[in-house]
């Protein structure tokens, strides 16, 4: 089954150099970098010998700081190299690690993924979340790498899907050197797939938050001409969602709306849905003026900032299915949180934020407006739901050291001799 997914991933490739091509037309990283997409003329600019991670995206990568933060001070002696799929991942990355090698993780295709392990000879793997990829996974055991998937999550809804096909998936999950999951759940349904060895529950990377001080400084920027104003964050807004949220404003409001959309190239079209508003853009880096309704955040890695400046989150993605996004960050910061109906991509999680009382479920966008009056209004709610943000973050912090412990584990199995050979 492997090589009829390989022999078709080759026929569909002229059809992702179009894909490539027409993505570079509005982020010229697609066009520069298709070369390490493809797996051609990869170049190893580390002298040290490697140790991989993979993130494919934004939340991903910000996941694993604590992680790299450990490895790094644990292991200098090794080189950080990490792989995404998007360029709004690896730009995030290059913020957030300035030691690491950066570069995609090539298609999924043989000689790509060959090429990739005989460039770069990581002494280790770590997948972040549910990074599936049969090449990838096959033939790292090929070229003896310990490959793990850490953060492993399987929601219910996936594993309906997945048990259709557990018969190709059987062997590909059995090439990992190990999963460790998020949660019990998860781990149940991995062993319902086939995976055979012991499956520990690490919890979630995410929990261990290492908040950058420059966000103070931005929040501040931004917000030194509305120091009393409340703020709400509509953070990571999907497709639709925006106009749903400006049809549910009430018809007046006392404080301001931060909406951030998930996707950069969808920006200018959230912004013409709110000509008719007084909005300002954090692009035009200007302080929020008292009349400003609204903050268009048209920019990349800014959320903590957001959430920071937040006296309420509202998780974007919750209200148009597409399986909400991460709560985690304003927990953190001990900013409650309000959600919609679809949360299946973080399920564990928001169900264990509502049973610790530090978040509120709605069944649409103009519920979630009258949640954020209630709390408002109530003082003393919103200041209890506050405290409980931070007790629940405390209980499930700890998952980063807990992947160092195996990491440590291989790195004193690899033979001394043969540590710096790349």
């Known amino acids: 089954m492997r090589y009829l997914y390989s022999i078709l991933l080759y026929i569909i490739s002229p059809f992702i150099l179009f894909y490539l091509k027409k993505r570079g037309q509005m982020n010229p990283d697609y066009k520069l970098n298709w070369g390490e997409r493809f797996g051609i003329k990869l170049i190893n600019k580390s002298k040290k010998p490697l140790i991989w991670l993979h993130a494919v995206s934004v939340g991903e990568t910000r996941a694993m700081a604590k992680l790299v933060l450990l490895l790094e001070s644990e292991y200098p002696e090794y080189q950080m190299l990490i792989t995404h799929m998007t360029p709004t991942g690896r730009t995030t990355a290059g913020t957030l690690y300035p030691k690491a090698l950066l570069h995609y993780l090539p298609y999924d295709m043989p000689h790509a993924i060959i090429n990739f392990y005989k460039t770069f000879k990581p002494k280790l793997g770590l997948i972040i979340e549910t990074e599936i990829w049969p090449n990838l996974i096959h033939y790292a055991p090929k070229y003896n790498i310990p490959i793990y998937l850490i953060n492993a999550r399987l929601s219910d809804k996936s594993f309906k899907w997945y048990k259709k096909i557990k018969w190709v998936l059987k062997p590909i ?239 004193r199995d690899i033979p001394q001799h043969s540590k710096f050979k790349n």
């Open 173 to 411: 999950l059995n090439d990992f050197t190990g999963i460790l999951c998020q949660d019990q759940n998860s781990a149940k349904n991995f062993k319902s797939l086939g995976f055979k060895k012991e499956i520990p529950i690490f919890g979630n990377t995410k929990f261990d938050i290492i908040v950058n001080e420059n966000i103070f400084l931005i929040s501040k920027f931004l917000k030194q001409n509305i120091q009393n104003k409340k703020v709400v964050v509509f953070a990571s807004t999907r497709d639709g969602e925006e106009k749903l949220i400006i049809e549910a404003l009430p018809k007046k409001f006392d404080y301001l709306i931060i909406i951030i959309p998930r996707h950069p190239e969808r920006f200018s079209e959230v912004e013409n849905l709110l000509k008719q508003l007084k909005y300002q853009k954090r692009s035009d880096n200007k302080p929020i003026y008292n009349d400003t309704q609204i903050l268009l955040g048209d920019s990349m890695g800014e959320m903590m900032a957001y959430y920071s400046m937040a006296d309420i989150a509202v998780i974007g993605g919750s209200f148009s299915n597409c399986g909400g996004q991460n709560l985690i960050e304003p927990l953190y910061l001990h900013k409650p949180v309000i959600f919609g109906k679809s949360m299946f991509n973080f399920a564990k999680i928001a169900e264990d934020s509502l049973n610790h009382e530090c978040a509120i479920q709605v069944d649409n966008i103009n519920s979630s407006f009258n949640a954020i009056d209630d709390l408002f209004t109530n003082e003393n709610k919103y200041k209890q739901l506050s405290a409980n943000c931070s007790n629940f973050i405390s209980i499930y912090q700890g998952a980063s050291q807990s992947i160092l412990n195996v990491v440590k584990q291989h790195i």
